[in-house]
């Protein structure tokens, strides 16, 4: 998708990664997932096991 066409400023860049990004975690159905997309897959682990804390990971620490 990046190669395939000329940008005019690394936000146009930006926004595109985005939007695939979010399109691929939030629409696309992933058969190794059980055709459910990441979210959904997610959402449901963090049903099951409400204990386990998320992660953070800092910039510079």
Known sequence: ????RRWNN????EIATFEWVSWWNE???HQSLGYRTPVEVETELRKKN???GIIE????A
Do not use: D, G
């Open 50 to 52: 409400p204990q386990q």
């Open 10 to 13: 690394v936000v146009e860049v």
């Open 57 to 60: 990971i800092k910039a510079n």
């Open 27 to 29: 629409v696309r159905l």
């Open 1 to 4: 998708m990046i190669h395939t």
